[in-house]
C-alpha cells in the first residue's frame, strides 16, 4: 500500500511538471492523462491538491490550445465532485471560470457552466431555511 501511494506521488509530480514546463505537446499530453485518470472511481484529488496542481491546472485554463483548456476543465469539474469545492474557490478558479464564460467555444462554454454550477451551489445544509416549508400545526 505504501508502494502504491509512492507511486502515486511521484506520477503526479511528473505529470504536474509537464503541465509547468514549456513543451506543448508534454503539456497537451499531460493535462489529457490527468484528465483521463479523473474517469478512475477510485480517483481522488488529495495528491493533485497537495502538490499545488489546483493552481496549475487553473493557469491552463488560459492556453489557446482547446484540447488543454478542455481537460483542465475536466480536472476541475471533477476536484469539484469529489467534494473539494473550497479548495477550488480559494485557488482562485471561480473568477478564472467567470472570465471565461463567454468564450466562443461551445464546448468549453458548457464545461465553464457545468464548473460553476458545482461551485457556486451551496450544500443543502447550507441554504437558508424558510420557514413556509414546516408544516405549521397552531
Known sequence: MTEELQIQKELMEDLLGR???????GKEAAI???????????????????QGGVEIIRDLLLEKNPHIVLSA??????IAAA?????????????????????????????????LELLQSE????????PQDDDYIP
Open 73 to 78: 476543465l475536466e480536472i476541475i469539474v471533477a
Open 123 to 130: 450544500p443543502e445544509e447550507m441554504q437558508a431555511h424558510d
Open 19 to 25: 503541465l509547468s514546463g514549456k513543451g506543448k505537446k
Open 32 to 50: 489529457e492523462a490527468l484528465a483521463v485518470s479523473t474517469e478512475d472511481e477510485d480517483w481522488r484529488p488529495d495528491e493533485l491538491i497537495r
Open 83 to 115: 467534494g473539494h469545492e473550497e479548495t477550488l474557490v480559494s485557488d482562485g478558479v471561480v473568477a478564472c471560470l467567470d472570465g471565461m464564460q463567454d468564450t466562443r467555444n461551445p464546448a468549453i462554454r458548457e464545461k465553464v457552466k457545468e464548473a
